[in-house]
């Protein structure tokens, strides 16, 4: 203190002594309700996840009808419950030999022989197992054709005095599929022979007379209709009628497996079918001894009527013939042989499409109610009040089953069961929108700012809309994103009831999905595993979202469930 | 208390009356198949199924005298007299009473057992979760209920049916029907309706977990709990004596809810284990459409919902002394 005086004058000078001081424009920008929400939105790592899963499930809705290669209307039963062939999956797998209810043992052992040793002299379905055995699968493997792919292990088996082998083997499953019969018209028929010859790719192959099939009581119906089993035939062109023959060594008088012609129709006097010989392929033409059998049975059902034939076709190149490309599905197939992938994100379309605009629809009509209610009070309110009340005692299921019955089962009213639907919720679903609005409104009614407001003279209309909304806003969408989740559920519960049918040519539901891949869920689980995974991923994501969305604009109620 | 009470059903038969009517009309402007079969066809006629919507209802309420075949006076119909008509379509002109009362049982007890195992896990999860507030207990705890609410209830009917009935084969995967003297409590059903329970009990657990703890971690965090504690309480006898008694007292009257919506059925569920319960009996009745059927079931759901709302005020009444439900000022109510 004592060196103050010492100090010279010339040591200081002015800081902004030439300057004039102004007041300076805010460098940052500024930060306002809904960038401090956004802000603290960005914080909550799950939410920010929730809402990437939501958009890649949108885009997945919107996207996948425009690249997925088959379409809405694409139905092919041969290829019905197929496994999901994509980057995780190959659709190759083990059958289990005790547990072969969804793929026969020895049919899928038959596709690989029966595409490449066609011309081989027929067997019975013993010796073809015997026939497998001796050989080890070596033949069952060979070709592109062969649905068994890799032989992993063969034990022996003894069953008294027969020694049976079981293999186990890696199959695929799309290869599987191997020979089906089809009716097809003359012209038809000229087509696959010409487009077989063009891409030099077999397509027909020799029939295969199955009308003695099971006589000795070792096959089922359904066997019988199946054209992977190969059978061996007597010189009449004859399926071997039993096994004991074979032990009696009358073998052989069988000469041919397959019936190397192709069915024209049926004579109009015996109705006995008629084959004529393929003039590529000549075969012996087999006069069948019952002609109730299925085949005639199914040719006279057939459009093609008389004039049609039946051919056998490998399926894969038959699917190729068809439609340009080989068979594979993303996610698999149904159990109507839909593509899963497409069914999906259509479905998924119907429930984000009817969720939001239900969810829009009821916040538009239950915030102007509930707005008028809240602002204006007293009796309005009063009345209003009572009436919601009871409107909000209606059940669902009865609004529902009126629209059903009135507009969506009536073939007078052009209304789609969206639309049905979308009705049916907002008649019921606006009244929790007018509450929730009506208490917003009641709390900022009398806050210093719509009194500021109204004091300079802003119209009733300009307080609520400009002032007092923007405030309640927060709570408004935070609901709205948590009532979309909700709205998901009730579409799909009421498809997966039965209670409301979307199934239309473009147009399912993931609920029709879920109902009709239940049928299957014990044997291919895959048909219900996506359309499930996709809605609960759905709904996690909405309800995170809207839990972020809900810390955010409101961040007193964190953590609070 | 009483006076309370007399208001409460006094308005509730009123909101029936209005809802009642208003379902009515609206059922009613569907139009109804004309039976073939003499004896429905009789019912019918007599119902005025085919007469304006005020004489039908006038029916319904009061019933219709009518001489039947063999000369007697009898009363069809007639909610006043206990009868809500008969059954055209599911059960050959069955009381629609014995219809629902039939289907009762075993979604009650589906329900009951859903309960049964779901309450005390939730409650049990909800406490745990609560004491370990904010630990990785906790926040394990809430992110299992978070997921747990959102996925669908049929996924779990889905994973339950595909892992316990088909795949590892310890339940059937349909309900054992009654027949060989079998009733819904003998051990063979229950064991193949058990399953569903399981289904049911995934939302309830969920449910009490979140609610538990959200009710103990505010009753933790309030200064009742605090003083117990600078009177010398240990932390367990604060929780026991005080947070829990206050924690429940918005839980309790919830559980009662959840036992009376066990009248309700689970549509859901009982379609996932194809359960002939009464939600299930709705569906077939929307389905086939059974007029009257349909119609009390909708009349008992919403009787349920209503009843259910005053039970809950009263009940709040008495696990709590402090809440004087209907008091005028003051009350907490």
């Known amino acids: 203190m004592n060196n103050l005086p010492n100090l010279s004058k010339d040591n200081f000078e002015f800081v902004q002594g030439h300057t004039r001081i102004f007041d300076k424009a805010p460098e940052t920008k500024p930060i306002g309700f809904y960038k401090d929400a956004f802000g603290r939105f960005k914080k909550n790592k799950a939410s920010v996840v929730a809402a990437c899963v939501i958009i890649f499930l949108v885009l997945f809705a919107l996207i996948t009808p425009l690249v997925a290669p088959f379409t809405m209307s694409y139905k092919e039963e041969d290829y019905a419950r197929m496994l999901p062939k994509n980057f995780l999956s190959s659709a190759i797998i083990t059958p289990e030999p005790q547990k072969s209810t969804t793929i026969h043992y020895e049919r899928a052992l038959a596709v690989g022989v029966g595409a490449h040793h066609f011309e081989l002299v027929g067997m019975s379905l013993s010796e073809a197992n015997e026939f497998l055995k001796e050989s080890g699968l070596s033949k069952a493997m060979e070709g592109e054709y062969a649905a068994v792919k890799r032989l ?7 069953k008294g005095t027969v020694v049976d082998i079981q293999f186990n083997f890696k199959l695929d499953t799309y290869k599987a599929v191997g020979f089906k019969y089809k009716n097809v018209s003359q012209a038809e028929y000229a087509k696959m022979k010409k487009w077989q010859e063009d891409n030099n790719l077999p397509l027909l192959f020799p029939m295969i007379d199955s009308t003695s099939f099971g006589l000795d009581g070792s096959a089922d119906k359904e066997s019988a209709i199946d054209a992977n089993l190969w059978y061996k035939l007597n010189a009449g062109g004859r399926a071997a009628k039993s096994t004991s023959n074979s032990a009696k060594g009358i073998d052989e008088e069988y000469t041919h497996n397959y019936l190397m012609s192709v069915m024209t129709g049926t004579d109009p006097e015996t109705h006995e079918p008629i084959f004529l010989p393929d003039p590529d392929r000549p075969g012996v033409i087999p006069v069948p001894e019952d002609p109730s ?14 004039t049609g034939y039946q051919v056998r076709v490998l399926s894969e190149n038959y699917f190729l013939y068809k439609y340009g490309k080989l068979p594979s599905f993303f996610l698999g197939t149904n159990n109507w042989g839909q593509d899963i992938i497409i069914r999906l994100a259509k ?15 009821c916040f538009i009509i239950g915030s102007m109610l509930g707005a008028t209610q809240g602002y204006y009070g007293g009796w309005f309110d009063l009345i209003s009040e009572r009436i919601l009340e009871i409107l909000a005692n209606i059940p669902f299921y009865a609004i529902l089953v009126l629209v059903k019955f009135h507009w969506i089962n009536n073939p007078d009213v052009n209304i789609s069961p969206v639309m049905g639907v979308f009705i049916a919720f907002v008649m019921l679903g606006w009244i929790g929108d007018a509450g929730a609005m009506r208490s917003q409104f009641y709390r900022f009614k009398h806050h210093e700012y719509a009194l500021a407001a109204r004091t300079l003279g802003a119209s009733d209309a300009r307080v609520m809309f400009k002032h007092i909304l923007p405030n309640s806003l927060g709570t408004i969408i935070t609901g709205l994103a948590l009532a979309i989740p909700s709205m998901i559920f009730a579409e799909t519960s009421l498809s997966y009831l039965g209670l409301i049918d979307f199934e239309g040519p473009t147009t399912t539901s993931v609920g029709t999905m879920l109902s009709d891949g239940q049928l299957y869920l014990s044997t291919h689980p895959h048909i219900i595993l996506w359309p499930a995974f996709a809605i609960s991923l759905l709904m996690i994501s909405f309800n995170l979202f809207g839990n972020g969305l809900r810390d955010a604009f409101n961040p007193q109620l964190r953590g609070v469930e | 208390m009483f006076k309370y009470i007399l208001k409460r059903l006094g308005f509730l038969v009123l909101t029936f009356l209005i809802i009642f009517v208003v379902t009515f009309v609206m059922f009613k402007s569907l139009p109804v198949p004309k039976p ?8 019918w006629q007599s119902m005025g199924y085919d007469q304006p919507i005020m004489t039908q209802l006038w029916r319904y309420l009061f019933g219709f005298e009518t001489v039947n075949t063999e000369g007697v006076i009898e009363r069809i119909g007639g909610v006043f007299y206990g009868d809500f008509g008969l059954s055209l379509q599911y059960k050959k002109l069955a009381s629609v009473w014995e219809v629902i009362f039939e289907a009762l049982p075993p979604s009650m007890i589906v329900g009951f057992g859903g309960l049964i195992i779901g309450i005390p896990i939730g409650v049990m999860l909800g406490f745990f979760a609560a004491m370990k507030k904010n630990k990785w207990q906790d926040h394990t705890i809430s992110t299992a209920v978070m997921v747990t609410i959102s996925v669908p209830i049929f996924v779990y009917g889905f994973i339950i049916l595909y892992y316990l009935c088909f795949e590892w084969g310890w339940f059937p995967s349909r309900v054992v029907s009654l027949d060989q003297g079998r009733t819904w409590f003998s051990p063979e059903v229950l064991k193949s309706l058990f399953p569903a329970m399981l289904t049911l009990s995934f939302g309830t657990i969920a449910g009490y977990t ?9 009753a933790m965090t309030s200064e009742y709990i605090l003083l117990a504690r600078t009177k010398g309480l240990t932390r367990g006898q604060a929780i026991r004596k005080h947070a829990l008694k206050n924690a429940f007292v918005p839980i309790l009257p919830g559980i009662i809810a959840s036992i009376i919506g066990i009248l309700n059925g689970a549509m859901i569920t009982e379609r996932l284990f194809s359960i002939p319960g009464i939600g299930g009996l709705f569906l077939t009745a929307v389905q086939i459409f059974d007029y009257d059927l349909l119609m009390a079931i909708t009349f008992f759901y919403v009787l349920i919902g209503l009843a259910t709302g005053i039970i809950i005020d009263i009940s709040r009444g008495f696990l709590d002394p402090r809440i004087r439900v209907g008091s005028r000022k003051g009350g907490s109510y």
């Not at chain 1, 992993?152 to 003894?158: A, F, L, M």
């Not at chain 1, 085949?295 to 006279?300: E, G, Q, S, V």
Request: hydrophobic share 40%; proline share 2%; charged share 25%.
């Open chain 1, 152 to 158: 992993i292990s063969q034990k022996e088996i003894k």
């Open chain 1, 293 to 306: 059998t299925w085949w005639t049975k199914i040719l006279d059902y057939s459009p093609q009527g008389k």
């Open chain 1, 347 to 361: 479905g998924m379309q119907t429930s984000l499409i009817l969720s939001v605009s239900v969810v829009v629809a």
């Open chain 2, 36 to 43: 073939d079969d003499a004896y429905k066809l009789h019912y």
């Open chain 2, 210 to 218: 979140r609610r538990v703890r959200a009710e103990l971690t505010e």
